[in-house]
């Protein structure tokens, strides 16, 4: 395969997945050109159609599918890793406040939307969209009424003294009873068939050495985690890298699917066609963590 340009986060659970194959230690495996950028820098340039291959938020798909492929692997599902809405006073109410939010075209935004649908009846106040790093900081200070947080900051938000309102994973599984679906891997469909394949297997590769070796990773991996304590990058990895990673399999595509035919019935995304979600390799086993 041709040199490929990718884009993926800084952040611990992107690079521990894709350290191998960043640096080719994956047998085969394409040169990679890396760009590192926020989700929602991503989730625009895979709109605009650029690069090769792509970290995008599920939430993006139904806008993209058209010139980009899902990967069956690399992303990020699970459970137990949702998005929480944050306040400054236990059980403050969302009515008629502001509520920063990391972007309206996150996944953890269409989660948000779809755990108020069901659970607000007077709807949420005024959404502002600001960088997610600085979400907590501006509830903390007042700025907004509450945010609405993903990433790491399951682990820090009590540093800054701020309280859990929801957590929209919680209500995603207690109500679907699927894995919560985060982030995706998407590549170019101009790449054919055969490359697609071969990339999906040189990630599979890339995760599975990353977990037969973790200290393997470890240097890029706090490298670009902007100044993280080296046990939150743990436990980040350890919360979104998981066998869904290696492989959505069948409850990985389903969540997919619920999310987005929700989130359209809901009007806040585009519908999917009935293959859109579809991949050479789809329903292959992927391999399990070690």
Not at 55 to 74: E, F, I
Request: hydrophobic share 45%.
């Amino acid at each position: 395969m041709s040199r490929l340009h990718i884009a993926y986060s800084p952040c611990p659970n992107d690079t521990f997945v894709f350290d191998a194959l960043a640096h080719g230690r994956v047998p085969g495996a394409p040169a990679l050109d890396v760009t590192f950028a926020d989700i929602d820098v991503t989730n625009g340039m895979a709109e605009r159609g650029e690069l090769d291959v792509l970290k995008v938020s599920y939430a993006v798909l139904p806008y993209v599918l058209d010139t980009y492929a899902l990967l069956p692997c690399g992303g990020a599902l699970g459970r137990g890793c949702g998005p929480l809405v944050l306040t400054r006073e236990p059980g403050a109410g969302l009515a008629g406040g502001t509520v920063a939010v990391p972007g309206e075209r996150s996944t953890a935004y269409l989660l948000f939307r779809l755990w108020a649908a069901d659970t607000l009846p007077g709807g949420v106040g005024e959404i502002v969209v600001m960088p997610f790093h600085e979400i907590m900081p501006a509830v903390r200070d007042g700025k907004a009424d509450a945010g609405l947080v993903i990433h790491e900051a399951r682990f820090t938000y009590q540093d800054y003294g701020l309280h859990k309102l929801a957590d929209m994973g919680e209500h995603w599984e207690r109500t679907t009873g699927l894995p919560i679906p985060l982030g995706a891997i998407v590549a170019r469909r101009s790449l054919g068939a055969e490359t697609l394949t071969r990339l999906a297997d040189a990630v599979r590769t890339s995760v599975r050495l990353a977990w037969e070796d973790p200290e393997a990773s470890r240097p890029y991996v706090m490298a670009h985690a902007q100044e993280m304590d080296p046990a939150v990058a743990d436990q980040h990895i350890g919360l979104y890298v998981n066998e869904f990673t290696a492989g959505l399999g069948e409850d990985g595509y389903a969540a997919v699917r619920g999310l987005l035919t929700r989130a359209a019935a809901e009007g806040l995304v585009p519908p999917l066609g009935p293959d859109a979600l579809d991949f050479p390799e789809r329903g292959r086993a992927g391999v399990s963590p070690q």
